[in-house]
């Protein structure tokens, strides 16, 4: 699988995978999976919507990660590749989002589930509407794909990363970029704010994952182990805990306590 989230209610459960399906899992007994079929473009990311009643999938094959900062850069397929938006509860498409030049890798509802961010290949980040469908806010700043996104908690900034190893810290009011945070030393594949908004995670293909004071711009932390790059990042819901998952296999558990 490339990427799987829970449902808000905990009841559900999504995942894309290399076979080019999305699957929805009911855990309650008695409900069978849904798969959630696009032979054409594949699946290579997905968020739920924070009130669980939509879920975003984005379409086009998953990174191929590399080891080296000057590795080449994706280059974007001709065509386009949707967002889908679904409807989680019957597996129906509720409508597409078109506007990306080739995969779309990141997606992050907002806080109210009024705003959906996507980016990809195309170095470029839209924010939606997924209600109407319509573009508000596109954000060019990134010299290459972007990887990861995360929206603050109380939903006024919103946070990118990926080829080019910087972390955007914007404003999404404005849509200007507020600071940067540079620190990786390779592609920037995971990002996470803490629950009460001061400190943000960042997993990397440096192996590391770091932690930042997003206001201040600085680096509070950088926490090695890692044997292969770092995939992704979470915290515990007291924002007590980190975990951050590698492709060497294992998640690894960190206390994250206040910087």
Known sequence: MIAVAYSPDGLGLAAVGTDRSARLWDL??????MTLADAREGFSSLAYRPDGRMLATGGGDPPTVIQVPEGKVIRPDDDGRAIRLWDPSTGREVRSLHGHVGPVHALAFNPDGQRLASAGADAMIRVWD???GRVLTSLVGHSGAV???AFSP???TLTSAGFDQVIRVWDVGSGRTIRTL????NWVLGLAFSPDGTRLASAGADQTVRLWDPKRGREVLALRGAR????GVAFSPDGGRLAAASADGIVRVWEAGAP
């Open 130 to 132: 997924p209600d109407s």
């Open 228 to 231: 292969d790059r770092v995939h």
């Open 182 to 185: 540079s620190g990786h030393t």
């Open 154 to 156: 109380d939903g006024a």
């Open 147 to 149: 990887f990861a996104l």
């Open 28 to 33: 309650r007994p008695g409900h069978d999976p």
